[in-house]
């Protein structure tokens, strides 16, 4: 079965970085939609970067410039660098996967499998 295994979260001071992965298993990795995501305290689940099989990626307008995704097809793994972090950039991050070669729209009910999340926590 898919899975997905996101690591790489921590406490940052603002301004500062952290790179996130998301190791995948249980399908030929590079074959599907896949999809940052983040959950603030309080708020909705919100699309950060969004990547389909041909790595075009759109990002979070709120984010572009400072989060930058790359892959590993070696290693089957995701990664999201996040740079100049902000405290609004505080939140429990996903990894998931959606069983298309294109995103679409990609609306996070379209997405399929879910990693379990890792917290990321901007300190100001």
């Known amino acids: 079965q898919v899975q997905l295994v996101e690591s790489g979260g921590g406490s940052v001071q603002a301004g500062g970085s952290l790179r996130l992965s998301c190791a995948a298993s249980?399908?030929?990795?590079?074959?599907?939609?896949m999809g940052w995501f983040r959950q603030a305290p309080g708020k909705e689940r919100e699309g950060v970067a969004i990547?389909?099989?041909?790595?075009?990626?759109r990002y979070l307008d709120s984010v572009k410039g400072r989060f930058i995704t790359s892959q590993d097809y070696a290693k089957n793994t995701l990664y999201l660098q996040m740079n100049s972090l902000k405290p609004e950039d505080t939140a429990i991050y996903y990894c998931?996967?959606?069983?298309?070669?294109?995103?679409?729209?990609?609306?996070?009910?379209?997405?399929?499998?879910w990693g379990q999340g890792t917290q990321v926590t901007v300190s100001s």
């Open positions: 249980g399908y030929t990795y590079g074959t599907y939609c």
């Open positions: 990547v389909d099989t041909y790595e075009n990626t």
């Open positions: 998931a996967a959606r069983a298309t070669y294109l995103c679409g729209t990609a609306r996070i009910r379209d997405f399929g499998y």
